[in-house]
Every structure is written in C-alpha cells, then in structure tokens.
C-alpha cells in the first residue's frame, strides 16, 4: 500500500467515525401514526430510547459492532411510550 492510499484510509475512516458518531447523536426525525395518542411522550421516548440504544451501542469502543448488528439491538429495546404503529412507522 503506497503512502497516497494509506492517507485516504486515514481520512476516510475519520469521515466514518465522525458520521457514526452524528449517527448515534441524532435521533430520526419521529414520524407518528395516525392513530398515535401521545406525540409528545412518544417522541421524548424515542429520543431517549436513541440515545440510550443506538447511541451506547454506536459508541461502544469495547464491543464495536457493525450498524446492522446494532440495528437489530435497537430494535428489540423497550420503547416506553412509542406506540407500537409509531414504532413500525420509524422502522419503515
């Protein structure tokens, strides 16, 4: 590997890092269901559960896994107040 291509893998996995890290940071705009009772416990829920889940498994510098591992974490979490069709919404 030449030093040209060496410094691109550099910059390259540095732009990974810091999307991942926005990643794990910024939740999903939430989108309710029509029938959705409560939008604003809902969407604190969701916030919390992202940073909570997605967030801690993001960032896990002990047990770094690939996003479609975390996803499926994520998925299988607790939503407190996210209603069910919230849920299946988001994961659309």
């Known amino acids: 590997m030449g030093l040209d291509v060496f410094i691109t893998?550099?910059?390259?996995k540095a732009l990974l890092d810091e999307h991942c890290r926005i990643v794990a940071a910024e939740?999903?705009?939430?989108?309710?269901?029509p029938n959705c009772?409560?939008?604003?416990?809902?969407?604190?829920d969701w916030r919390a559960v992202?940073?909570?889940?997605?967030g801690r498994l993001?960032?896990?510098?002990?047990?770094?896994q690939p996003f479609d591992?975390?996803?499926k974490c994520f998925k299988s979490l607790e939503f407190g107040r996210v209603a069910?069709?919230?849920k299946n919404v988001m994961f659309m």
């Open 9 to 12: 893998l550099v910059y390259l």
């Open 27 to 33: 939740p999903p705009a939430m989108q309710h269901a």
């Open 37 to 44: 009772q409560n939008h604003e416990g809902c969407a604190e």
């Open 50 to 54: 992202w940073w909570n889940g997605m």
């Open 58 to 64: 993001l960032l896990d510098a002990r047990n770094p």
């Open 69 to 71: 591992d975390v996803f």
């Open 84 to 86: 069910d069709d919230c």
